[in-house]
């Protein structure tokens, strides 16, 4: 039994095993679109070369690849499903823009002069200002909107691959030891993986 992590299988049953592929066969387009596979159906016999198949008929994956298949359509769904088939696939994880925060800053002319601000009597009251995100000194161009958005999917992924760590796991080759994520990296101490 080999020790993992669930981002590392995921990301093996997906991208090593080509689990979804190998599953593909015999699908109508429609059940392929549901499934996240946007492009035609294999033909038959043209299944990809994976541990314990052969080139040519039904592909066949590795058994521990479809255990996971499975638990991932019985335990996740919607826009949840999605990032951790997106992730798994590609092997890599949502952005949370690690180390940006949101800052006041002067809002300048093409100039580069601050833009003023003046009241219903044309008085001087102050220069305008806004909210933007930056990462170290730079400023990303995102809104702290975007910011939020790119945080909530990140949590709903890592939220997915938890639960996911908590399914009923009879692997023949590999012992799940925990998820490999944190739920929220950005609140202080919680980098470690869990």
Known sequence: MRDVTMVWLLEWAYRVQLVLEAADQGMTQAERWERGLSGPACALGAGPRVDGGAQGGAARCHGDAEAVHAAVWARTSGLARGLVLRHARTGGQPDWCPGAEVRRVVVCKPNGRPERVYDANRNFVGVKTRDAVFQGVVDTGLCPDGLA??????????????????????LSEHRVVG???????WEGAAHEAA
């Open 149 to 170: 958005l790119a945080r909530d999917s990140w949590v709903l992924w890592a939220d997915a691959v938890h639960r996911l760590t908590l399914h009923d796991w009879r």
């Open 179 to 185: 998820a490999g994520v944190a739920l929220r990296p």
